[in-house]
């Protein structure tokens, strides 16, 4: 998987500004990590799959006041970082009380899930967990 990353160096407000401000393209995804802004593309087919497959059964378990979502910004605190995980369950409110274009606290979220393949697990582990608690689970298929 390929990306491009710009605004090395940039303060944290300049780099969210320029995050709330981008054209992203259709299916990918713009995060903010320590070398600035970065745009990743779409997922292939199987990662696409397993996200589908665990987003239906967080949405068929998850009450209604917890929102299962896959296109969310969480912002890391003190870490001048916001990541785009594959899916995020977040209490509906956290959705309610900010603008759109504002990103969710990471602390707000009660579940992450970045889905890895061999080639990627340990950049995407280690960008979108950083010094969180992290259990990895691998597939028996």
């Known amino acids: 998987m ?17 995050w709330q401000e981008l054209d992203v393209p259709e299916g990918w995804r713009a ?7 970065t745009m990743t593309p779409p ?10 497959l665990v987003n239906r059964a967080l949405v068929r378990a998850a009450p209604d006041e917890r929102a299962v979502l896959q296109t969310l910004g969480i912002a890391i605190s003190g870490a001048s970082r916001l990541y785009q995980p594959d899916l995020v369950v977040v209490p509906r409110r956290e959705l309610l009380t900010r603008p759109d274009t504002v990103p969710v606290p990471a602390k ?20 979108s967990c950083g010094p969180t608690r992290r259990r990895r689970f691998r597939s028996t298929s």
Not at 43 to 52: D, R, V
């Open 2 to 18: 390929s990306s491009a990353v710009t605004g090395y160096g940039w303060d944290w407000q300049a780099l969210l500004r320029t």
């Open 31 to 37: 995060e903010i990590t320590e070398g600035g802004v």
């Open 43 to 52: 997922p292939g087919n199987g990662h696409s799959n397993i996200a589908e």
């Open 108 to 127: 707000t979220a009660e579940l992450v899930v970045e889905i890895v393949s061999r080639g990627n697990a340990r950049t995407d582990v280690s960008r």
